[in-house]
């Protein structure tokens, strides 16, 4: 018995989407197929059903109508899965056979930009890590709000000192490359971050393609301009960073076009015990902003002013001269 030409279609296309729960544009419907269904039914709490397809057995099937997408997306996001939204391409009435269609958006724990998935009140950061033997590399960034940073760490505590980042900036996903996988370090990320994380193969880090996205992101001809011209691991994260978007975006970036190049030496280092311990930003176990120091001190008016004050927050300075300063604006 032969698979009928849309299952095919959806077969060919669910191929280079292994890792994602693929939604298919059927009609009115995003429709998902075989183990995305089982696994979307049960986490998104709705009914699992069979379609034809051209062979004895019935592909298990799942739908959701496609103007409410937004809040089934969010609660797989939510749980930690990675979603493909898969469109069609041209209009069905002109089709001759099979529509087309192909995926246009990846939507990951960190590359939500959809306000009604988001808290706008906190950061949504994707983390990239760089490791090697000198230290280590890291660039994060916002996509929502165009935010991007990125640091490097070196010296015998540079471990230390990436997982303590970590914990700062509190990032929704990381992807690391695969040094994270020696001595365990890809679980101490995990436990460090709370945070969606995944292995990049080898072939996302070159050094060339690395400095030819950054300098092309931010248009510039050198990395002097943007303050990374001595932090080697720090532009290998971000050029991951950088391509990771692309291949997951499949749009334009040109809302993240300042870069934050920053030394961790400017801010006081807290771990995640600390943070924890003096409910700088949540209850130490109801979890809620309201009773921690930051429910106390948020008087803010916007979204933008309270994540910058969670921001200050997570970081105190260290220079006399910017706390003095600080102080004399408050």
């Not at 994707?126 to 090697?132: E, G, H, K, M, T």
């Amino acid at each position: 018995m032969q698979i009928t030409p849309m299952m095919q279609q959806y077969m060919e296309i669910k191929k280079d989407y292994q890792d994602c729960i693929l939604f298919f544009r059927l009609g009115d419907f995003y429709e998902m197929f075989f183990e995305d269904a089982i696994t979307a039914s049960r986490e998104m709490e709705i009914t699992l059903t069979g379609k034809s397809y051209g062979q004895e057995e019935r592909a298990p099937m799942c739908g959701v109508p496609y103007h409410a997408a937004d809040s089934y997306i969010a609660k797989l996001i939510e749980k930690g899965y990675k979603v493909a939204i898969c469109e069609q391409t041209e209009d069905p009435a002109a089709a001759k056979g099979i529509v087309k269609r192909e995926v246009i958006q990846i939507v990951t724990p960190g590359t939500v930009v959809s306000q009604t998935m988001l808290n706008e009140r906190e950061n949504n950061y994707l983390a990239s890590v760089f490791l090697d033997e000198t230290g280590a590399g890291l660039a994060y960034c916002d996509v929502s709000t165009g935010e991007i940073s990125a640091t490097e760490l070196t010296g015998s505590r540079y471990i230390e000192k990436l997982l303590n980042e970590l914990v700062k900036i509190r990032a929704r996903e990381v992807i690391s490359n695969e040094a994270a996988e020696l001595d365990g370090l890809s679980g101490e990320i995990r436990d460090a971050s709370g945070a969606y994380f995944s292995i990049r193969d080898e072939g996302h880090y070159n050094r060339n393609s690395a400095e030819e996205s950054v300098l092309r992101q931010f248009r510039v001809k050198s990395l002097k301009g943007l303050g990374v011209e001595e932090m080697p691991l720090a532009v290998m994260a971000l050029g991951a960073l950088l391509s990771y978007l692309f291949e997951t975006q499949k749009q334009n970036l040109s809302h993240l076009a300042h870069l934050n190049a920053y030394d961790t030496a400017g801010h006081m280092s807290l771990d995640k015990a600390t943070i924890k311990n003096l409910e700088l930003t949540e209850t130490l176990f109801e979890k809620k902003v309201q009773g921690s120091l930051l429910g106390v001190l948020d008087k803010t008016q916007t979204a933008m002013g309270s994540r910058k004050m969670k921001q200050w927050l997570r970081e105190p300075l260290n220079d006399l001269r910017e706390i003095q300063e600080r102080l004399n604006a408050v």
